[in-house]
């Protein structure tokens, strides 16, 4: 339950977060990242200094895709395969380790599936939106749909690469990340 697992992480990052931070979300986790970032205004007051979000339409873009989550354990593996193409083929091979990741992976779609968004007021730190140019299963509009929910500044960057481009385009990825944080003027707290 996406609600549940926000409500929890907010409890225990809360405490945490007296200096600047951003948060990054890839696929599901951009949902995650953004209800985290709206939990942690209403409950703390606080907010990242920039949203990360990769590989994810905006939330109040509904998925155009029929749901995963009631597929048989082949069929679920295969679509899920065909559609983020992110299941490496040693894994897929391995029943072994299949059988340890298919809970895990039911468990991120159920979340997403059961995910409802509910109108908010927009966050104040801006939001950058990452997609990939080869991407099958995210349209740049949906992408730029992110912008609905910030008043500051927002972002859309489409780097090569399919769903996990995070991978491919690591580098490229990282400096677009570095440069929105202007981590050279950041001052970092050393303990």
């Known amino acids: 339950n996406m609600a549940e697992a926000v409500d929890r992480a907010a409890e225990v990052l809360g405490c945490y977060l007296d200096l600047p931070f951003a948060c990054f979300g890839h696929s599901m ?3 995650f990242c953004f209800e985290l970032a709206r939990r942690l205004r209403y409950r703390y007051g606080i907010a990242p200094m920039h949203l990360f979000v990769s590989a994810r339409r905006a939330p109040q873009k509904p998925d155009p895709l029929p749901p995963l989550g009631g597929l048989a354990d082949a069929r679920f593996i295969a ?3 065909r559609r983020y193409n992110g299941i490496p083929r040693e894994v897929l091979a391995d029943q072994e380790l299949m059988e340890l990741l298919l809970p895990v992976l039911r468990a991120d779609v159920q979340m997403l599936e059961t995910y409802t968004f509910e109108p908010n007021p927009r966050l104040d730190c801006p939001i950058t939106a990452f ?3 080869e991407d099958s299963g995210l349209r740049i509009e949906e992408l ?3 912008r609905e929910h910030t008043n500051a500044g927002f972002e859309a960057r489409l780097f090569p690469g399919n769903h ?5 385009a690591a580098k490229e990825v990282l400096g677009t990340i570095a440069r929105d944080l202007n ?3 950041l001052p970092i707290a050393r303990k």
């Open 144 to 146: 730029e749909g992110w």
């Open 29 to 31: 986790g951009a949902i």
């Open 164 to 168: 996990f481009f995070i991978q491919s």
């Open 183 to 185: 981590l050279a003027n």
């Open 79 to 81: 679509e899920i395969s």
């Open 131 to 133: 997609g990939g140019t």
